[in-house]
């Protein structure tokens, strides 16, 4: 059995807020890679790095923008090499009835939800292929699955987003590129619900290290037993 | 038990080609009703419009844009009544790979898959909850299932035009308004797929008057029994 | 279009309750189908005949028993010549804990849930085949399609059940013979839940002649545009 | 974050083969737990305890026999201390044509398929939630998700485990027992496929041992992030 694809290399985590983000770029480093955090936010990913060790590099860059992205894997490829773990999850949650609903805001949470993970796909993939190997994860959501009520602002890009990371799989697994889909399906513990968590129970939102744990072993699986698809909730979580 | 939707008013349908629009557009016009049909394409929907007989009326619009998507139904409105049964029937393919999808491209599939359904569907809303009535449909395909290899940039419109029409259904079915998403799955028979058709025998293809009878039965639907998803295809076709 | 199968012919109904079964066999019989109504319970089929009509016909029969099912079919095709149109409609609810459920109930829900489907449908098709033409339905639940707590019981034989219709639908189908499988997500309205209904408005739950039409509808449909699943709930019902 | 269920304690393996049963087993001990590998076999559980080092034990059981089921927690309960993780690994493969399925092997298959499950779970439900803690695993298949021409008889057992860890995931997750369903699609690798494989390359099939990691991992799992259900399939495999 041939060894997965964990040994040192680089990552590149896109959507790197304090939380799931930065949680995912510490565990790929305590894993043995370098990482590079991005965010359109410099500030804050600059207290990221600050805090977050020296295999930890913030980049700041905006996913939605072509050009962007292509200068950010050319950095990237650069400086810390190939990335052969690529995140995306990035998201803009909008709430509205169908009735209220502003057409601009839609198409800009499309464009973070699902665009940006297109040309983050498609730049990760482009250099995965030809190396034959490589991960490349999508962060999903309970809307990724379920159109809510005054949810389909959020559910068009989390849906469209699935449809690519599946179609993503289909075409480069054959290939040897391990495209994966997160449901992550509840709240994620964060200081700004500190005081819910308080009530509700140290399990009801889930942890970001533990959420982060399972990317991480998505990113170990032998090619021979990929998954594609997996859900990861609180215990105490209805669905 | 109280009528449906069924007793004359008006209807619209918007993606009104020679095939399914077409089909759509005279099954709603036999079951009594006048129909709006709209395309982009003046002339083709003229040449409609003249085979159709005296209900089908032709309006030219770009259901992508929502000051066109605006007038389009004022102007319905006040020629015809307002539409008690509304059709997103538009869509177009994109194939390739996902290492050569273009992303422009990928933007405007989306906006004719998805975003012009929801600016359809919100203007169709807007004018249905005040009634406490009407039907909204949406044509799927099985591209709104699976992001099949080579296909992200038709799924991603597809699957978000099934979170559009899911969220919809939870927000505006309690207010009497049914919202459904017709799966597609096959060939449509038409004029271009007649040999491919001759080979493979009569029930192959999807017949577009077949398809326009599921379209109606749900608009006749009692709101005790509504269905808000069902799929289409052929009795020869894998699945 | 060749016509579809809706010219006379017979119908067979197990599961003839009050409810549902009854509305089934009154619909059909207006569609001009001679129809036998099956249950175990012959004093209330011979009431439902009673108010049923010339057109329905009382069978009791035990659906769960290999060879009653066998008679069955041949005595019915004997009498009103073979079934183009058969509904399997029965089912055994059966909640409970995990902790609590006692394993021969899950058996006996099983039995009637799926394997009668299974015994029902292999005679069924076994003279559909032949013709090359036919209609076999099965009533799902949202139990069909999601398993919740305390109801593993009953969700064990409605999954199977809808594993058997996709097996069913993906071999029958191209040799002529429709199988579909309708999700029936809400409460139907019965004389037991007239309270509850009154407080909830008369949309609140399906009525049996509304869900009876969704039936006849698929055994119209043309062989060219077959649904093989459709849900069906009332218009207040969250889901 | 307190720890999840990882420290020693012992296992339950029922459908323990040479091939992914025996790979789960020696996974689990590798983890530091004493394992009962559980088979009708005797004389293929004596071989696998005979290779597999001192923390496995082999128990043959007939995990369809309600009273056998008993026997068994209470023999492993008394000799290794009550399971933390319990893995039901059994099922029957069972082809055939609806027209010709014999109804007793489709009951026989279901009994190994899902009945088994239900009555293992329940024993390992019933002394992990007075704990508070635990893990229980299903194996499933392409066919819990599909029902396939042919594969009646296979999927409605497959279809009804699924449901059944659905309603025990919802039951007693909020109780602290962590209850997932692994979807593996595709084949596993073995002595009698060496042959295929070779022609087909190393990762057509799926490891045993890469199988049982994923296994593993999920009994790691912290509370706050378990996943319910994920897919397992070879890089190269068609989905």
Known sequence: ??????????????????????????????????????????????????????????????????AAVHRLFETVSAELGDPSLVVYNASAMLRGSILELDV?????????????????GQQAAKRMVGKGSGT?????????L????????FAIGKFGLRALAQSMARELQPRGVHVAHVIVDGVIAAERNRDWRAQH????ALHPDAIAEAYWQLHLQHPSAWTHELDLRP???KF
Chains 1, 2, 3, 4 share one sequence.
Do not use: H
Request: hydrophobic share 45%; net charge positive; aromatic share 6%.
């Open 136 to 144: 490349i994860l999508f962060t999903g959501a309970t809307g990724s």
């Open 1 to 66: 059995m041939a060894a997965g694809n964990n040994q040192g290399g680089s990552a590149l985590v896109v959507g790197a807020g304090p939380g799931l983000g930065f949680a995912l770029a510490r565990r790929f480093a305590a894993g043995g890679m370098s990482v590079a955090m991005v965010s359109r936010n410099k500030e804050r990913l600059d207290q990221l790095q600050a805090q977050g060790g020296p295999r930890l590099r913030a980049y700041a860059a905006d996913a939605t923008d072509t």
């Open 235 to 237: 215990s105490a979580e």
């Open 201 to 204: 129970g140290e399990n009801a």
């Open 104 to 120: 601009g805001s839609v198409e800009r949470a499309w464009r973070v939800a699902c665009l940006g993970g297109l040309l983050v």
């Open 146 to 153: 379920r159109g809510g009520a005054n949810f389909a602002g």
